[in-house]
């Protein structure tokens, strides 16, 4: 049967799928921050190319930048060969998002700050509950106030809350400042413990999925609970989204998500780290020392930040509408902050600047070419031609290395490492950057966790090789979707080639330095 429309209604057809089309084209739109150049947004481009001016010759190696003004990205930037679709591992910035989550249960009634602790788990509670232990609130949790001298450990015990517990609370909570990760930890089983979900799952229909945010994963205890108080691992335009939605006081796209008292609440002063401080010695100090709040810390110029160890930073500046955000591994993550202030927020002006199209195209350049050094192409025919298809072993060891085995084939060094559990292959180019992936861990601020990083997907990486000298093999291993990297070092004998020395960035305790592997060739049989 033939059906014949009439033209009114062919024609509301046609509006209605326009519409849907606009809709999906939206959507699409939306998942991105909007663009802008920085003096339309009242911010110099001068500014912003002085600060990657400094952050070349300084000693920060920075893994991603992004500037927002008035909600819009003014700048951008990945280091080579980090990219903008690679997650980044947060550290400690995991706790402000363990934050929000403890804000929506707040906001849902299924917390509240001044709860006990030891109302949670009371299966896991010492023999004897003393009264500080008593005492301890959901509150004092968010304020790294706990009242206890030492860290909990998390090497002695697959239960971590039952080993948080253990620890003497030996001053009054809420009154001394003393940074505890595991309290953190401690916030997420609640959170898991009242709501029934991971905090991910949690945060996922309420923050996430609002903001569009996709693909991130956190490390858990042996029991699935998020870590909470370090390895959530986002991209740096979720950080982005994370700050701008703080900025807008807990609302996206126009709705309330978080309740802005608690937004409020949570980015606010809570207790100082030195309380003896003057003011005046605190103005010249670095961004350590400016105050805490639940999960975040207070900078300067009124402004508030999410930070995790080695330079991750999402910095909230109010005043100004903006937003800062680095991923790094660097020494000296106050130094860093502190080039925020320096460089970017000089330029920051109340009203649009005119137009600088010249700073704004060498602007432009400088960011897409940012890039780390790679390690320098070298050949050493003498060694490989001897060692090329060679495996070498070792005796027991401390690193669990049963042996190595080398193969040189085009610009490529392959390599294989043997442990007392696995087998992994990496492949080091020369001159390059080699991308792959492994499920070797790298090294961690948090190794000694019983869990450390199970469950997470393969570890995305960039792998090079150089000659350091006549004898020494470079192997250079980038964990580019974590802060981690590593060298190995193979250092060949003199005569024969049959003997090495072998060593890596992964070959340290908790307390010490693990010495150099000896390994020898293996004989043919």
């Not at 700048?75 to 400690?92: C, D, I, M």
């Not at 060298?487 to 072998?502: A, L, R, V, Y």
Request: charged share 25%; hydrophobic share 40%.
């Amino acid at each position: 049967m033939n059906v014949i429309f009439k033209r009114p209604a062919f024609a509301a057809i046609l509006i209605c799928l326009t519409l849907v089309s606009c809709t999906n084209k939206q959507q699409v739109v939306e998942k991105y921050l909007p663009r802008s150049v920085p003096e339309a947004e009242g911010v110099s481009s001068k500014a912003i190319i002085t600060f990657l001016d400094s952050a070349a010759v300084r000693r920060h190696e920075f893994h991603s930048f992004m500037f927002l003004r008035h909600g819009k990205v003014i700048a951008e930037g990945w280091w080579n060969p980090y990219g903008p679709e690679l997650n980044h591992t947060l550290n400690s910035a995991s706790k402000s998002f363990t934050s929000t989550a403890v804000g929506f249960a707040i906001s849902e009634g299924k917390l509240n700050l001044d709860d006990k602790i030891v109302s949670f788990f009371p299966q896991y509670l010492p023999d004897t509950v003393g009264d500080n232990l008593s005492k301890l609130r959901i509150r004092d949790l968010l304020s790294m106030s706990t009242g206890m001298r030492r860290e909990p450990p998390l090497n002695v015990d697959d239960i971590w809350v039952k080993g948080f517990l253990a620890v003497p609370v030996l001053n009054q909570p809420g009154a001394i400042y003393r940074y505890n990760s595991v309290a953190s930890y401690m916030l997420s089983a609640i959170v898991t413990k009242v709501t029934g979900q991971k905090v991910i799952d949690y945060l996922k229909p309420r923050l996430f999925d609002p903001l569009q945010i996709e693909g991130m994963d956190w490390e858990t205890d042996a029991f699935g609970i998020n870590t909470g108080g370090w390895g959530l691992r986002l991209k740096t335009e979720d950080l982005a989204k994370f700050g701008q939605f703080y900025l807008q006081k807990g609302k996206w796209n126009g709705k309330q998500l978080l309740p802005k008292k608690w937004v409020e609440e949570a980015t606010t002063l809570k207790i100082q780290q030195n309380p003896n401080m003057t003011q005046s010695k605190r103005d010249s100090s670095n961004d350590g020392v400016q105050g805490y709040c639940y999960q975040f810390w207070r900078a300067k110029h009124n402004s508030y930040q999410a930070n995790g160890a080695n330079g991750q930073f999402v910095v909230v500046i109010p005043d100004k509408d903006a937003v800062v955000v680095f991923t790094a591994d660097s020494p000296d993550m106050w130094g860093e902050i502190g080039m925020i202030w320096e460089f970017l927020y000089p330029g920051i002006q109340d009203k649009a600047l005119p137009a600088d199209e010249a700073s704004a195209n060498v602007l432009k350049q400088r960011l897409a070419a940012l890039a780390l050094p790679i390690p320098a192409k070298k050949n050493n025919d003498a060694i490989t031609s001897k060692v090329s298809g060679k495996t070498f072993t070792f005796k027991p060891n401390e690193r669990h290395v049963k042996s190595i085995s080398l193969e040189f084939k085009d610009d490529l060094c392959l390599l294989n490492l043997k442990t007392d559990t696995a087998s992994f292959d990496f492949s080091f180019a020369s001159g390059r950057w080699q991308m792959g992936e492994t499920t070797k861990h790298g090294p961690s601020i948090f190794s000694q966790a019983k869990n450390n990083q199970n469950g997470l997907p393969p570890f995305k990486i960039a792998q090079a090789y150089t000659w350091s000298d006549d004898k020494t093999l470079e192997l250079s291993l980038r964990y580019i979707e974590n802060v981690s990297s590593e060298k190995m070092i193979i250092k060949f004998d003199e005569i024969g080639k049959k003997k090495i020395s072998f060593d890596s960035g992964s070959g340290q305790s908790r307390f010490r330095r693990i010495p150099p592997l000896e390994g020898v060739m293996q004989e043919k049989k």
